[in-house]
């Protein structure tokens, strides 16, 4: 009995002893990895392959650094150089001279137009002006004769009643032919015309002719579309995230979406509203007309933001790995001296490096800004400035040789 006691109890120590020395030897182990992994992102250089490599060290400075942001947009003109043309009468077309494409210039004659309505409305006008005419005669006596209480009152009030009736109806007669441009001083002579022309309200180029010769169109068709191409503006759609780097002034940069001609313009108008695509319209002068642009062109274009003070490092310092962006900076002490035991003191003829992924920002004069990670301080490290690729080669290296 007691020797089967002992027994149970020696396997119990035995099983606790295996347990603790499987333990240790996972935590160890785990602790290698750890640091193996530390130093996948290490190289260490001696004093002449550092003088070799021609390595350069350098400080992360703070730059003047102009931002930009990559916008999209067309070119589009202002709705008061866009002008439909339409008849407030409707009417067969007689005859015009225009082709898409076409030159025209304020006040030429860009079509005629018949209808016979235009002969009605010239008739009711000549009948109601003379009418008006014949009413204030009749007024202007009645008056006369109540000055000498020879008529009644009410005689009166009926001429005046009379009178001002027709005088309305020519009035308003006569706004309907201004607006198809009857030539009121031929009309009041008695020279009444079946067509009537139309006019160009601007200068510009003919986008759009939505008819042709003998077709009858309504007053709410277009017949024409003409756009005054001497006022073309760039409009931009701006993301949300970016509106407040945005002021009126700010300058321009574009090109054509099939063209590689830089061209300049100038902010001089910021949308107040948000779509629902969470963007922004700003519009935008072009600094020099073009008559070759075309409303409804399409461009990319980078909006100058200025300049802001900005953590930045040398181009050649910033290295392009597996489609992410890193630097090196220098270690003050050796990064895998606790695994293998050494000094911790930096031996003068050595140089270790650590690689750091970091985000980019703009670039000019030869800098690029840089987003480091929250914890690194850019005051008391070093980075490499020059031949950072060297480095990268022999940490790859060294790697493969593992």
């Known amino acids: 009995m007691t020797t089967s006691k002992s027994i149970s109890i020696l396997s119990i120590f035995i099983s606790l002893a295996l347990t603790m020395s499987c333990g240790s030897k996972s935590a160890k182990e785990a602790t290698t990895e750890e640091h193996h992994s530390e130093e996948k992102n290490t190289v260490e250089f001696t004093e002449a392959q550092y003088k070799t490599a021609a390595i350069e060290l350098g400080e992360i400075e703070n730059k003047q650094i102009s931002g930009t942001v990559k916008v999209n947009g067309k070119l589009d003109v202002p709705p008061q150089q866009m002008v439909s043309i339409s008849v407030p009468l409707g009417g067969f077309l007689k005859s015009t001279p225009l082709l898409q494409g076409s030159r ?34 009749d007024y202007d006596r009645q008056l006369e004769l109540a000055k000498d209480n020879v008529n009644a009152q009410k005689t009166l009030q009926q001429a005046k009643t009379t009178y001002t009736s027709w005088q309305t109806k020519a009035n308003g007669l006569e706004e309907k032919l201004k607006m198809i441009s009857i030539d009121l001083a031929s009309l009041n002579e008695g020279k009444i015309s079946s067509a009537i022309n139309l006019y160009s309200p601007i200068n510009g180029y003919v986008t759009q002719v939505n008819v042709n010769i003998g077709k009858f169109v309504n007053p709410s068709d277009i017949l024409f579309e003409i756009v005054d191409t001497e006022h073309l503006h760039a409009e931009l759609t701006v993301f949300e995230k970016d509106v407040p780097k945005l ?15 830089e061209r300049m313009a100038t902010v001089y108008l910021l949308g107040r509203q948000i779509s629902l695509d969470r963007t922004i319209r700003i519009h935008c002068h072009i600094d020099k007309e073009d008559t070759n642009l075309l409303p409804g062109m399409y461009l990319k274009a980078v909006v100058e933001t200025g300049g802001i003070e900005v953590a930045a490092v040398p181009d050649k310092a910033i290295i392009d790995y597996q489609g992410k962006k890193y630097i090196f900076y220098q270690l003050k002490e050796q990064p895998h001296s606790a695994l293998k035991d050494e000094s911790k003191e930096q031996h003068a003829s050595e140089f270790h490096f650590a690689m750091m992924e970091v985000q980019i920002g703009n670039s000019e004069m030869g800098y690029t800004e840089i987003i480091l990670p929250p914890d690194f301080n850019a005051d008391t490290n070093q980075v490499v400035v020059k031949n950072a690729y060297a480095i990268l080669s022999k940490m790859k290296n060294s790697e493969e040789e593992e």
């Not at 006040?107 to 014949?134: P, W």
């Not at 002021?247 to 001609?261: D, S």
């Open 104 to 137: 025209v210039k304020a006040g030429q004659v860009i079509a005629t137009m018949e209808n016979l309505d235009f002969i009605q409305i010239q008739q009711d006008y000549i009948e109601a002006k003379n009418q008006s005419e014949f009413a204030k005669m």
């Open 247 to 261: 002021k009126i002034g700010q300058k321009v940069r574009f090109t054509l979406a099939n063209e590689t001609k």
